[in-house]
């Protein structure tokens, strides 16, 4: 699901120094407004053709960001439908490479879907070091977890959405992603973390030991999103065996080996996971 974009949607390929300041992007485009942020100027030009910009931000628009009269990026694309917002972050160096960082997150709408999250490292050179689509996770969170001085990305996997139950009851076990300085790009990273979310993981646990006790063998299906939450927060903080353990000790289904299997399949398959 990482998106580290060879074909961007999102982006449009203009080189820099290609476009002037106040230029428009796209023929039949006009500026909606521009705002200062440290030292960026981000600009939205709205199409005429369709010019309305809801009060959450969503509008047919080309957002342009200039360095003082450097062009830098521009995000969108004609006939392109989204809400993007800037992070109040940008302008800061979050990644500790010594340079300021743009971030950008993006909305296309709907009930559940779907947020895209950009980081770009300006330097005299600009550099895309995370682009990660979280869709029902909604825009994700920048946390010094370690307290180095370098944000950490926190979200989560909504893969499990809707796997063996409805959506509200589904587990989204939750991701960190840490900036890899040597491949100068954010990557999964959460096992490296996982010590800051242990009551979490250990109110999940009760939860669905309760609700086994309380409930489970009539509905299947939802003792497993239940049981879920807890196993694939072992899961994914690198802890597999201590996941299948908690299944083997809580599941009564006759589908436990499959259950087992199937989970296993899904973890593994996820660009969010990643080994301890």
Request: proline share 6%; aromatic share 10%.
């Given at each position: 699901?990482?998106v580290?974009?060879?074909?961007?949607?999102?982006?449009?390929?203009t080189?820099?120094g290609?476009?002037?300041?106040?230029?428009?992007?796209?023929?039949?485009?006009?500026?909606?407004?521009?705002?200062?942020?440290?030292?960026?100027?981000?600009?939205r030009?709205v199409?005429?053709?369709?010019?309305?910009v809801s009060?959450?931000?969503?509008c047919?628009?080309i957002?342009?960001?200039?360095e003082?009269?450097?062009?830098?990026?521009s995000?969108?694309?004609?006939?392109?439908?989204?809400?993007?917002?800037?992070s109040?972050?940008?302008?800061?160096?979050?990644?500790?490479?010594g340079?300021?960082?743009?971030?950008?997150?993006?909305?296309s709408?709907?009930?559940?879907?779907?947020?895209?999250?950009?980081v770009?490292?300006?330097?005299?050179?600009?550099?895309?070091?995370l682009a990660?689509?979280?869709?029902?996770?909604g825009?994700?969170?920048f946390?010094?977890?370690?307290?180095?001085?370098?944000l950490?990305?926190?979200?989560c996997?909504?893969?499990?959405?809707?796997?063996?139950?409805?959506?509200?009851?589904s587990p989204?076990?939750?991701?960190?992603?840490?900036?890899?300085?040597a491949?100068?790009?954010?990557?999964p990273?959460?096992p490296?973390?996982?010590?800051?979310?242990?009551d979490?993981?250990?109110i999940?646990?009760?939860?669905?030991?309760?609700w086994?006790?309380?409930?489970?063998g009539?509905?299947?299906?939802l003792?497993?999103?239940?049981?879920?939450?807890?196993?694939?927060?072992?899961m994914?903080a690198?802890?597999?065996?201590?996941g299948?353990v908690?299944?083997?000790?809580?599941?009564?289904?006759?589908?436990?080996?499959?259950?087992?299997?199937?989970?296993?399949?899904?973890?593994r398959?996820?660009?969010f996971?990643?080994?301890r």
């Amino acid at each position: 699901m990482i998106v580290l974009l060879a074909v961007l949607a999102l982006f449009l390929a203009t080189p820099a120094g290609a476009q002037s300041f106040r230029e428009p992007p796209a023929s039949g485009y006009g500026l909606h407004d521009e705002r200062t942020v440290g030292p960026f100027t981000v600009q939205r030009w709205v199409s005429a053709t369709s010019p309305p910009v809801s009060p959450a931000g969503m509008c047919e628009c080309i957002t342009v960001v200039y360095e003082g009269e450097r062009y830098l990026l521009s995000l969108g694309a004609p006939g392109q439908m989204s809400a993007r917002s800037v992070s109040d972050l940008t302008g800061h160096d979050i990644n500790g490479d010594g340079q300021p960082d743009l971030i950008f997150s993006d909305w296309s709408g709907g009930a559940h879907c779907c947020y895209t999250t950009t980081v770009h490292s300006v330097g005299p050179e600009v550099k895309l070091v995370l682009a990660l689509d979280t869709g029902n996770c909604g825009p994700g969170e920048f946390v010094d977890l370690d307290a180095d001085g370098v944000l950490e990305f926190v979200t989560c996997d909504d893969t499990w959405a809707y796997t063996y139950c409805s959506f509200a009851d589904s587990p989204f076990p939750r991701v960190v992603y840490g900036y890899d300085a040597a491949r100068a790009e954010y990557a999964p990273a959460t096992p490296r973390y996982a010590s800051h979310y242990r009551d979490e993981l250990a109110i999940m646990l009760d939860r669905a030991q309760a609700w086994i006790s309380a409930s489970g063998g009539k509905d299947p299906g939802l003792d497993k999103c239940r049981l879920l939450h807890p196993v694939l927060g072992l899961m994914y903080a690198g802890r597999i065996d201590d996941g299948l353990v908690l299944i083997r000790g809580l599941y009564r289904g006759a589908d436990r080996e499959q259950f087992e299997k199937e989970t296993l399949e899904m973890v593994r398959k996820s660009s969010f996971w990643v080994a301890r």
